[in-house]
C-alpha cells in the first residue's frame, strides 16, 4: 500500500537540488483524484507526531516493526497520537501545504536503522514498491492497464521462475516513475 492511494510524483528521491543535504532526501506526492488522506503504508508504531516544524510544517514518524522509519510531511492536520499503533491503511492526517512547502502535497521519506537522521537514507518507493503479483496485478489494474487481474496472476504462476512477475514488477515502476 502506498501512503496516497491513486498519486503522481513531483519530486523524486535524489533529485540534486537546494536541500540542505544537496538532493531530495524523500519523494513528492500529489493525489490524482480528491483523496487527500494519508494512510499507513504498513502496520508501525506513531513514534514522532510534530507540528509547526519550519521545514516539515506538520509531520508524522512511523516507527516499522522491521527496524525502518517513515515520515510524512507538509500535512494540514495529524489523525494519530504519538505511541499509537496503526495498521496498513491507517488514516495518519490530511495532505496539506505546511512548513517549507511550495504547495499541497505530502514528502514521504523513510530511513533504514535505528534513528531518524538528516538526510533519509532510502528511496522511499523502492521500500514501498509492491512484492507481491496480486499487489502488481491491483497496481496495474488501478491504472487501467489491466482489467483481468486473476488472468495476469496465473499467467505468472505458469512462467519459470516468476520471469513475468520481474517483467510486471519492471513495467509498474516505469509507469509510476514516469507518471503514466
Known amino acids: 500500500m502506498y501512503p496516497v492511494k491513486n498519486y503522481k510524483i513531483t519530486c523524486e528521491y535524489g533529485v540534486k537540488g537546494g536541500w540542505k543535504c544537496g538532493y531530495h532526501c524523500g519523494v513528492d506526492l500529489i493525489p490524482t483524484d480528491k483523496d487527500y488522506n ?48 496503526v495498521s496498513e491503511g491507517t488514516v495518519l492526517g490530511v495532505m496539506g501545504n505546511t512548513g517549507n512547502s511550495s504547495g499541497r502535497h505530502l514528502h514521504f521519506e523513510v530511513h533504514r536503522g535505528t534513528s531518524m537522521a538528516y538526510p533519509a537514507n532510502t528511496d522511499p518507493m523502492k521500500y514501498i514498491q509492491p512484492t507481491d503479483i496480486a499487489d502488481i496485478a491491483k497496481e496495474l489494474a488501478t491504472l487501467g492497464i489491466v482489467s483481468d487481474t486473476e488472468g495476469l496472476i496465473n499467467e505468472v504462476k505458469k512462467e519459470p521462475c516468476g520471469r513475468l512477475y520481474w517483467v510486471c514488477r519492471k513495467a509498474l515502476a516505469y509507469i509510476r516513475r514516469n507518471n503514466l
Open 38 to 85: 494519508i494512510y499507513s503504508p504498513v502496520k508501525a508504531t506513531v513514534f514522532t507526531v510534530k507540528k509547526n516544524h519550519s521545514s516539515y510544517g506538520n509531520y508524522v514518524v512511523l516507527k516499522h516493526t522491521d527496524g525502518y522509519f517513515s515520515r510524512y510531511a507538509h500535512l494540514d492536520s495529524i489523525a494519530v497520537k504519538k505511541g499509537q499503533t
